[in-house]
């Protein structure tokens, strides 16, 4: 059996409460789910080589979970990278990263290593290695072009991560067909209009779960603790998962 192993280089939601980090994960030390402000910083003090990354997945484009990328293309151009990262993004995530870029940091795409830009595309499963992710529109911030989960198969392993949103079929659908579930919980009982809480909407998604599959809880508010339901964990910054 695949080894699934996720490092949390975050798990705070947009307003980093009680000194969080902002939400990310790694799996198997490759496939960086997420680029959150801090993503660079986070790599380093879990000793993993951000050269090594072979893979960024993006869910949307809240700086929370985008403004990472112009310090990991810092990093790739200044300290050595050579071989091709692929970017896997909602449409448009190129013309943002260059827009944001060039006015950050000009002269930043002028590098020798390739960038495979791909848009998650509902429907188009992307593969890169052994992981391949098939995205799914979710319900949270309509001014933005477009809001993904992913279904993702690794090796023999199937896992799923909700991006951020709200309660809905799509994300209840990837519930269904997970062994492991990484969902958003923005809060404990406040309920928000773009995203899930603990006590209304954990329990439901944690019901559409095969009862033998884990759902693993992050993007959270401070007070989001103790989960009180079974093979349910909120994961925490810097922690490592193996399932
Ligand atoms: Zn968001």
């Given at each position: 059996?695949?080894?699934?192993?996720?490092?949390?280089?975050?798990?705070?939601?947009?307003?980093?409460?009680?000194g969080?980090?902002?939400?990310g994960?790694?799996?198997?030390e490759?496939?960086?789910?997420?680029?959150?402000?801090?993503?660079?910083?986070?790599?380093?003090?879990?000793?993993?080589?951000?050269?090594?990354?072979?893979?960024?997945?993006?869910?949307?484009?809240?700086?929370?979970?985008?403004?990472?990328?112009?310090f990991?293309?810092?990093?790739?151009?200044?300290?050595?990278?050579?071989?091709?990262?692929?970017?896997?993004?909602?449409?448009?995530?190129?013309?943002?990263?260059?827009?944001?870029?060039?006015?950050?940091?000009?002269?930043?795409?002028?590098?020798?290593?390739?960038i495979?830009?791909?848009?998650?595309?509902?429907?188009?499963?992307?593969?890169?290695?052994?992981?391949?992710?098939?995205?799914?529109?979710?319900?949270?911030?309509?001014?933005?072009?477009?809001?993904?989960?992913?279904?993702?198969?690794?090796?023999?392993?199937?896992?799923?991560?909700?991006?951020?949103?709200?309660?809905?079929?799509?994300?209840?659908?990837?519930?269904?067909?997970?062994?492991?579930?990484v969902?958003?919980?923005?809060?404990?009982?406040?309920?928000?209009?773009?995203?899930?809480n603990?006590?209304?909407?954990?329990?439901?998604?944690?019901?559409?779960?095969?009862?033998?599959?884990?759902?693993?809880?992050?993007h959270?508010n401070?007070?989001?603790?103790?989960?009180?339901?079974?093979?349910?964990?909120?994961a925490?910054?810097?922690?490592?998962?193996r399932?």
């Amino acid at each position: 059996m695949t080894d699934l192993d996720l490092s949390f280089i975050g798990t705070g939601n947009a307003f980093a409460p009680g000194g969080l980090c902002w939400n990310g994960f790694l799996v198997n030390e490759k496939f960086l789910f997420e680029a959150p402000p801090q993503a660079l910083m986070s790599l380093n003090r879990l000793g993993v080589d951000p050269n090594a990354i072979e893979a960024v997945v993006i869910s949307h484009h809240h700086g929370d979970h985008f403004l990472g990328l112009p310090f990991l293309l810092l990093h790739w151009k200044y300290f050595g990278r050579k071989t091709p990262v692929r970017i896997i993004g909602p449409s448009e995530t190129e013309a943002v990263a260059r827009q944001v870029c060039e006015r950050v940091y000009p002269g930043l795409f002028d590098f020798s290593f390739e960038i495979e830009w791909a848009t998650a595309a509902p429907g188009a499963p992307i593969t890169t290695g052994d992981l391949t992710v098939e995205s799914v529109p979710v319900k949270h911030d309509r001014k933005l072009n477009e809001n993904l989960g992913f279904a993702c198969r690794l090796g023999d392993r199937r896992f799923a991560y909700t991006g951020d949103s709200a309660i809905c079929e799509a994300v209840l659908d990837l519930a269904r067909g997970s062994e492991l579930l990484v969902s958003e919980c923005a809060s404990r009982a406040e309920r928000l209009p773009m995203h899930m809480n603990l006590v209304d909407d954990m329990p439901v998604l944690r019901a559409a779960l095969p009862p033998e599959s884990s759902l693993l809880i992050t993007h959270i508010n401070s007070d989001v603790t103790d989960p009180g339901l079974p093979r349910t964990a909120v994961a925490r910054d810097f922690e490592r998962y193996r399932f």
